[in-house]
């Protein structure tokens, strides 16, 4: 008889959680969806009993110690076990830096890098004891590539990725994998649930020196979302990561994503600035 194998997905109510914690269940993981507000899981539970997927609903806030950790020790006092963390919850905070206040920042850092950070920690003991998991880190392609007026959320993903390259080489000798994801625009609700700054609020603001860059800016963003790719297919590139022998450590998920990063390799940092500015019809 084979294992039943553990997965625990954060953000699960929306999105690419939503989609990754609905084909693990589909391919015979046991799933803990949670998320912040169970409010929202009404839509899970609903195609978990229609399709009689084995999905549990979790509440589990990233920010909060104690409901990281309450979480994972119900799991575990249920399952003994946890083979696979996908780090997902976290969201976008937009603005230009010196219109954002250190609060606005100390939010983005604590959901998108410090939720991330704890639930990690959480998992470990666990996975380091079996000698073997799969921890799955939703990134971005903006954890290698920085746009204009997102830098706290660039901020968040470069710190994730630079931890798990380091992680990387702690958890090898334990047979723990860490994988990065690296989506380039999504179709999801991450773009409705984008937050901006309160002193940006205004784009039309003509008193803030940036008015003109936002206006500029927001147009290649409706852009990059009409092409953006959909949840579902970041969901089967998870599934693939979890369920392969030798995963790869990132995986770039979209033509715009395999793009910006194929033309960062081939230019110094000016020319790729200069491009940049011309993308973004900042020129």
């Known amino acids: 008889m084979t294992e039943k194998k553990v997965a625990v997905v954060t953000g699960s109510s929306t999105g690419i959680g939503f989609e990754t914690s609905i084909i693990l269940a589909k391919n015979d993981f046991y799933t803990y969806a949670t998320m ?120 968040t993903k470069f710190a994730l990725e630079g931890v798990c390259e380091s992680l990387q080489y702690e958890l090898e000798q334990f047979g723990i994998k860490i994988i990065l994801i690296e989506p380039g625009a999504i179709k999801s609700n991450f773009w409705a649930n984008l937050k901006i700054a309160k002193n940006a609020e205004q784009l039309t603001n003509t008193n803030s020196p940036y008015s003109q860059l936002i206006q500029t800016v927001s147009k290649s963003f409706e852009s990059m979302s009409g092409n953006a790719v959909p949840a579902e297919e970041v969901a089967k590139v998870i599934l693939q990561a979890v369920t392969s022998d030798k995963p790869n450590f990132r995986y770039v998920i979209g033509k715009d994503a395999e793009m910006f990063m194929d033309t960062r390799k081939n230019m110094s940092d000016r020319e790729f600035k200069e491009w940049m500015m011309k993308n973004f019809g900042l020129t």
């Open 36 to 155: 912040r507000n169970t409010d929202k899981s009404q839509e899970i539970v609903d195609i978990a009993n229609r399709e009689r997927l084995p999905i549990k609903v979790l509440q589990l806030d990233v920010n909060d110690d104690r409901s990281v950790n309450k979480a994972i020790d119900k799991i575990l006092s249920e399952e003994k076990r946890i083979d696979i963390l996908v780090n997902n919850a976290g969201y976008a905070l937009v603005g230009p830096l010196e219109e954002t206040s250190i609060d606005e920042i100390k939010s983005q850092f604590e959901t998108n890098f410090f939720g991330a950070i704890r639930a990690i920690k959480a998992v470990l003991p666990t996975m380091r004891k079996q000698r073997s998991g799969r921890i799955v880190n939703i990134a971005s392609m903006g954890g290698r590539i920085a746009v204009p007026l997102d830098p706290i959320y660039h901020g």
